[in-house]
């Protein structure tokens, strides 16, 4: 068991996975995804008001982790990595949307660091997949050459 920790924690690829983590499943509970101020009072608003957002941030923490976890099987970790990727790019996608679709007379909002969070999460998951293809086109070679 212990010796399986090492060899999951060997890979780079590992470490890019727990970053993605961290940034979709702890930072939204720290990093406001933007601000509302309705004439003088400012609110925090979090991702937690929202359900889709509650639902997209946990599957993507949920992918990394499973990602993680089956270390042994680079395919499945390669798959579970794009679709992290496409479910950050619909978050990214919502963010848009919301941020286009603002009504300006009631509530001014501005950007929190928040917003960037699924950005952050894509580039470590495109470096875990870098890293996932790259240690399989390795196999691959040492297994031609058997």
């Known amino acids: 068991m212990l010796q399986n920790l090492f060899k999951m924690l060997q890979r780079i690829q590992t470490v890019y996975l727990i970053l993605a983590t961290v940034v979709t499943g702890v930072l939204p509970f720290v990093l406001p995804l933007w601000k509302e101020t309705t004439g003088t009072e400012t609110t925090d608003f979090y991702f937690m008001k929202q359900m889709s957002y509650v639902l997209l941030f946990g599957l993507s923490t949920t992918l990394s982790v499973l990602g993680i976890l089956g270390f042994k099987k680079r395919q499945n970790q390669f798959v579970m990595g794009r679709l992290n990727i496409i479910l950050n790019l619909i978050l ?16 001014v909002s501005e950007k929190g660091i928040g917003m960037f969070l699924p950005i952050v999460a894509i580039v470590f998951l495109a470096l875990a997949n870098k890293a996932i293809k790259k240690d399989e086109d390795l196999v691959k070679s040492v297994d031609r050459l058997r």
């Open 92 to 107: 990214i996608g919502l963010f848009i949307y919301r941020l286009l679709t603002l009504s300006g007379e009631t509530k």
